[in-house]
């Protein structure tokens, strides 16, 4: 099936809109974990959001563009209201953002999804893909890191378009083993990938933390153009579906900002993940608990009323 995309002009350079395919899939939902908005620059431009937790819009339109369902998850959620989420969706996003990955609500949250998503794979009961954006692909780093140690170090990758040096099996993994020659042409000699993270795990640490290595496999890396400093870019688990890139493949797309490559390349290229994702999770004829619309409109679900949207950033209102 291919993609079909628009060209509309942003600031003197091409940006492709790509269009949903015609064909529509049952209806898989993705939910998109939200985080606390309690310092940083956004809160000079949108203080009211001050403490309550938020989402990029561009997650769910990233989730949308390839034709799922996208259930945006309360950091605030009850054990057993995640209980009821974890089995009324079909996999989840960890998004970028700030927040603590060792204290904070979304990874405790994570955590829950985290765990059941491993048990059930262990014992074939359901198959749940996670995959984690930025924050959510350091998650994972710090949850199964050695224990009393920091993996991640920091580079203050911020405001870089970078390509991928792929390791020699890439194509091994579940992740790139479909990836067209175009695509990867693109994240190869393109810089095609949008880098804005404090931290970073070094390659050179990545057998240093062998409780990481014995996990996960490393399928890309890229080079920060400050520091020289190689650091992992894209993972993948060796048991488990969960995965993992250090950039924000939902920004191309569905995000104007001025350094994002919003080429056609770029483009279809930060697509390949999210229809990676769905179809992940459209891997077994997993009936949901709850159906979509009524975890939609139950909103006692997840202790929020109505959800607001602010320009580029969803926000519940407790």
Known sequence: MKTRCKKLRVENEEKVEVEKPHEV?????????????????????????????????????????????????????????????????????????????????????????????????????????????????QYFLRHYENEGSNCLSETCTRDYNLNLNFTNDYRNSKMFKDLSSEIYETFTKKEATFNYHRFSMEASYWKDHSNISEVFRILATSVDPKTGVEFIAAYEAKDYPFYGVQWHPEKNAHEEHEVVSHTEESILASKHFIDFLVQEASKEEYKPRVNFTELTEETKLFDTHDVMIIKTIHVFET
Request: net charge positive; hydrophobic share 40%; proline share 4%.
């Open 25 to 137: 899939q049952r209806d898989i939902v993705i939910g998109v974990l939200s985080q606390c908005v309690s310092k940083g620059g956004i809160l000079k431009k949108y203080p009211e959001i001050n403490g309550k937790p938020y989402i990029a819009t561009s997650y769910q339109q990233f989730v949308e563009s390839a034709n799922a369902k996208v259930l945006l998850i309360n950091f605030n959620v009850t054990e057993e209201k995640a209980v009821n989420i974890y089995e009324s969706i079909h996999g989840l996003i960890l998004p970028g953002g700030a927040a603590s990955l060792k204290c904070s609500n979304y990874s405790k949250v994570a955590t829950l999804f985290q765990q059941w998503s491993k048990r059930d794979s262990i014992e074939k009961k359901r198959y749940f893909p996670i995959f984690g954006i930025c924050l959510g692909f």
